[in-house]
C-alpha cells in the first residue's frame, strides 16, 4: 500500500501564492508519473499539472505561465507552487500517483485526501 499526504493549501487574496506538497510513502518500488488535479464544485475534476513516466511536465493552459510543479525524487516528493492565483482557481487539488509496488507487486494509481484552495478578498 501507499500512502499520500497533502499539505499546503489554504485562503488566500487573488494575486496571492501558495504552495502544495504530496508526500508518497509505502511500499514504492518505482514511481512513472505524478501529478496535481483540481476539483471546484460542480465540474469534473481536472488536470492542473503533471510529470510524465518520461520525465516532462504538463500543464493545464489556465495556468500556464503561474503555476510550477517540481519533485524531490529522494524524499517522492511533489510540489505545486501557484501564484498569481485568481478566484477561479478555488477548488480541492488532489495530488496523484502511479507507482509500481514491491507488495503486492504490481502498477497501482493513488489519490491523496485533498486540500482546498480558496482565493477569495
Known amino acids: 500500500q501507499v500512502q499520500l499526504v497533502e499539505s499546503g493549501g489554504g485562503l488566500v487574496q487573488p494575486g496571492g501564492s501558495l504552495r502544495l506538497s504530496c508526500v508518497a510513502s509505502?511500499?514504492?518500488?518505482?514511481?512513472?508519473?505524478m501529478g496535481w488535479y483540481r476539483q471546484a464544485p460542480g465540474k469534473e475534476r481536472e488536470l492542473v499539472a503533471g510529470?510524465?513516466?518520461?520525465?516532462?511536465?504538463n500543464y493545464a493552459d489556465s495556468v500556464k505561465g503561474r503555476f510550477t510543479i517540481s519533485r524531490d525524487n529522494a524524499k517522492n516528493t511533489i510540489y505545486l507552487q501557484m501564484n498569481s492565483l485568481k478566484p477561479e482557481d478555488t477548488a480541492v487539488y488532489y495530488c496523484?500517483?502511479?507507482?509500481?509496488?514491491?507488495?503486492?507487486?504490481?502498477?497501482?494509481?493513488?489519490w491523496g485526501q485533498g486540500t482546498q484552495v480558496t482565493v477569495s478578498s
Open positions: 509505502g511500499s514504492i518500488f518505482s514511481i512513472n508519473a
Open positions: 510529470f510524465t513516466s518520461g520525465g516532462s511536465t
Open positions: 496523484n500517483v502511479d507507482v509500481r509496488q514491491y507488495y503486492p507487486s504490481g502498477y497501482y494509481s493513488y
